[in-house]
């Protein structure tokens, strides 16, 4: 709480806080992201736990103080984000846009069905690129987001020491073979070049 203090009363602009501890080898227990939004700048959390009721309690508990992303975009995610105010998804880079957003969009105009198939074919694409610990298939998360948002021509750069980008052909080719098995279309490498 130190650390957070200090930080948002550094800088005034709203703070979003990041639960992720795969990456920072700490997780925030739900008492701690209780104490986080009550601190004035903190307006959102974004809990990349895998532990779905340890999320699930997060979300419960800071619901109507401070907006709450998680992993909302599955059939469970559904009702907890329709009973606990859920407010968007966790997700690696621009990969999922085009199932998350309109999964939203269906959910909160009650069109419970669009959502459900939505919601499914986003996790078919996800489940071929991130397992259920948030590690990733191919490689590290974070160089297999940044590779798979390369291939499909967006913007997403390259990963900082001491991960090593992914740039062997074997594994951007099995990235590409997921990305297009879930829907999307990473081109061929000629295209991507030019």
Partial sequence: MRFFT???DAVDIPWMVY??????????AV????????????????????????SAAACEAVAGSI?????????????LARELGGDGNIDGGGLGAQ??????????????DSARKLG??????????????YSGRFASPTAQIKAAMNLLGQPG??????LTD??????LAAIGAALRAGGLDPGTPAERRS
Avoid at 19 to 27: E, H, I, K, S
Avoid at 120 to 133: C, K, Q, S
């Fill in 31 to 54: 008492s701690t992201c209780v104490q986080l939004a009550e601190l004035g700048r903190v307006v959102a959390l974004k809990d990349s736990t895998a532990d779905e009721l340890k």
């Fill in 19 to 28: 639960n992720w501890p795969r990456g920072t080898a700490v997780d925030l």
């Fill in 99 to 112: 199932f998350a957003v309109p999964y939203f969009e269906a959910l909160w105009r009650d069109d419970l």
């Fill in 120 to 133: 499914a074919a986003y996790g078919d694409l996800m489940g071929r690129l991130i397992t259920a610990d």
């Fill in 157 to 162: 750069g390259r990963v900082r020491p001491p």
């Fill in 6 to 8: 200090t930080v948002t």
């Fill in 166 to 171: 992914v740039d062997d052909d074997a594994t």
């Fill in 67 to 79: 907006r709450f992303f998680g992993r909302f975009i599955h059939r469970r995610g559904m009702a």
